[in-house]
């Protein structure tokens, strides 16, 4: 409702008039009271009014009043010329008798004194500027607010912007006093009729002024432009701050959820079948002097044997010398079958024979036997063992507690190691001397008799002896390979097994003396007595047409340095009969050397 104001057009509430600055010397006119329109004839006023204040331009429609009912549209503002406008009557709730205004055409004066503050639009609300109505939004669509095809604006220069011509001066006015612009008089409402609201047309029918804030206002769209526009897309910045951390955090979830994924498949064997890689099948040749080269080469001519008889029985190996049969192994290895016992052979795969003894010798720990029946034998070759170094590479071959065919490898770590084996029956009958290629390839019980092979896999010894660790004094040595092992020259083999083959019997080089074997000084004593209290050098024999004497010492050995009695009969065992040495004797205070060729003797 209107509340009792003013009906007409209203002033906006940003173009409220400032003070009017005159100069002092103009006079401020005032109108006499019988002008004011009377409530009779208010509108012969008010046309009265609006023929002085004609505007020199075509009219613009002007805002509509914000207010809960729309008002019609109302003429724009007309052109204000220079001036001084009378002060517009005050308006009363009753309606007072109005007079026609009898002075020349003037504009309409002001509703109101001027400001002192000059300080608009933050003075209090007047009755010429009513408080706007409340804008109640509506959703906009996600394309814009349309606007109606009466409100668009044409392409054209703005009215604000032509030139106005100034309106020629009032004769009672002052030309240089600049005037504020004027405001439209307010409509008064006729005193006998009373106040109603006029009906309005729909506001999708009402036109609207081009200028109005409202219409351009949309608090959900950008400030002076629609939300959407023709043309191409414009780019948006976009922010890679966060991108960027959503990457790192997807990255380091995906590379967990893998590690745990290939953790799991790694510990529980997948979850696919598992078909692991391997190499292709290769032909099995090898390099022939490679380990396995010579094993493969040595292995089916090396035979176990299982030796049993008079309660006991035992367990060795042999290798095979000739197509005949004959097999070559240790004396200590078929000792327990005796004459009557029972020798098995097994060779290498796996195929078993009976065997004879053809012959043995305890004082060279060696023996010979016979199968019969077996083709394909595979004869071992013979090596020099006078051509064997230190450091030799060389492989060993046997039975070790009964595992056939079990290859062990080392070197020759010495030559000519004298050694003397056996002696359990006491009377020296079992006691053997070698002059024996010291390894370091593993020996052990069972390895007997074997071969010890070269890098061609020729035989340049038989292995007959290791040297137990000792536990402590008066105690047994212990069983097993310690890297000390023995073997007994090939050479040597070779002219023993050739007699026990050919005669049944091996024949011994001799000196023909009884040596003092309880003598503890460096070398070999001759001893004052013999055997049975016989003369210690043998009338005849080889000693004694040399001129050695009882009592004497024998020091060298072809310049060989002997040290006991013992290292004296191993290293005459190591040549034939017949063979020349040349012996460095210590009689009294002086040494001589004196030469002699060996005897021969059978053994027992």
Same mark, same amino acid.
């Given at each position: ?250 990255? =380091? ?22 078909? =692991? ?28 044997? /299982? ?18 049969? /004959? ?120 390895? *007997? ?14 292995? *007959? ?140």
């Amino acid at each position: 409702m209107d509340d009792g104001k003013p009906t007409g057009s209203k002033a906006k509430w940003w173009s409220r008039p400032s003070a009017v600055r005159v100069t002092p010397s103009v006079p401020e006119q005032s109108e006499p009271a019988d002008a004011q329109p009377s409530a009779a004839a208010p509108e012969a006023g008010r046309e009265a009014t609006v023929k002085a204040t004609a505007p020199t331009t075509a009219p613009q429609p002007a805002e509509p009043a914000l207010s809960d009912t729309a008002a019609p549209p109302q003429p724009a503002e007309p052109v204000i010329a220079d001036t001084v406008a009378a002060p517009a009557p005050a308006v009363a709730d009753t309606a007072a008798p109005a007079t026609p205004v009898a002075t020349a055409p003037s504009r309409p004066a002001p509703l109101h004194e001027p400001d002192p503050y000059s300080t608009p639009p933050y003075g209090g609300p007047g009755p010429w500027a009513p408080a706007p109505p409340v804008q109640r939004p509506v959703p906009t669509p996600a394309q814009g607010t349309p606007v109606p095809a009466q409100y668009t604006v044409p392409q054209t220069v703005p009215h604000a912007a032509q030139p106005v011509p100034p309106a020629p001066p009032a004769p009672h006015a002052a030309p240089s006093a600049p005037l504020p612009p004027a405001q439209p008089e307010p409509a008064v409402p006729h005193p006998q009729q009373p106040m109603h609201h006029h009906p309005q047309p729909p506001a999708d029918e009402r036109p609207q002024p081009l200028n109005s804030v409202w219409l351009q206002y949309d608090p959900w769209s950008a400030p002076g432009r629609p939300l959407t526009e023709p043309g191409e897309p414009v780019a948006r910045k976009r922010r890679r701050g966060p991108l960027l951390v959503g990457a790192l955090v997807i990255a =380091l979830v995906a590379g967990g959820t893998g590690g745990a994924i290939g953790a799991y498949v790694e510990r529980n064997g997948g979850i696919v079948q598992v078909e =692991l890689p391997q190499a292709d099948r290769e032909n099995g040749d090898r390099a022939p002097d490679s380990v396995a080269g010579i094993a493969a080469s040595a292995l089916p001519s090396v035979v176990t044997l /299982h030796v049993s008889g008079g309660g006991e029985q035992g367990t060795g190996t042999g290798f095979v010398l000739d197509r005949q049969g /004959h097999i070559l192994t240790n004396n200590h290895v078929v000792d327990p079958a005796g004459t009557s016992g029972d020798i098995t052979i097994t060779f290498s795969g796996g195929e078993t024979a009976e065997a004879t003894l053809v012959g043995k010798d305890s004082g060279y720990d060696l023996a010979v036997v016979k199968v019969t029946g077996v083709s394909g034998l595979k004869p071992l070759p013979l090596g020099n063992s006078d051509n064997v170094r230190v450091g030799d590479p060389v492989v060993a071959i046997g039975a070790p507690f009964d595992l056939q065919n079990t290859v062990t490898s080392g070197i020759i770590s010495a030559k000519e190691r004298p050694i003397t084996a056996g002696g359990e029956k006491g009377d020296g009958s079992d006691v053997s001397y070698v002059d024996a290629l010291q390894t370091d390839a593993p020996i052990n019980p069972g390895n *007997s008799g074997g071969p010890l092979v070269d890098s061609k896999a020729r035989v340049i010894g038989i292995n *007959s002896a290791i040297r137990a660790a000792d536990t402590g004094a008066g105690a047994e040595g212990q069983a097993g390979s310690i890297g000390l092992g023995f073997a007994i020259p090939i050479n040597q083999g070779k002219r023993v097994a050739e007699e026990l083959i050919n005669t049944g019997k091996a024949t011994h080089p001799v000196i023909g003396v009884s040596l003092d074997m309880k003598f503890t000084g460096d070398g070999a004593r001759v001893g004052e007595r013999g055997k049975d209290d016989t003369p210690s050098i043998t009338p005849g024999g080889p000693a004694a047409k040399a001129g050695i004497k009882p009592g004497d010492v024998i020091t060298k050995v072809d310049g060989q340095r002997v040290h006991s009695g013992e290292e004296l009969i191993v290293k005459i065992r190591a040549h034939r009969p017949g063979d020349r040495l040349e012996l460095t004797i210590r009689r009294g205070g002086d040494e001589r050397t004196m030469t002699l060729t060996l005897g021969s003797a059978d053994s027992s």
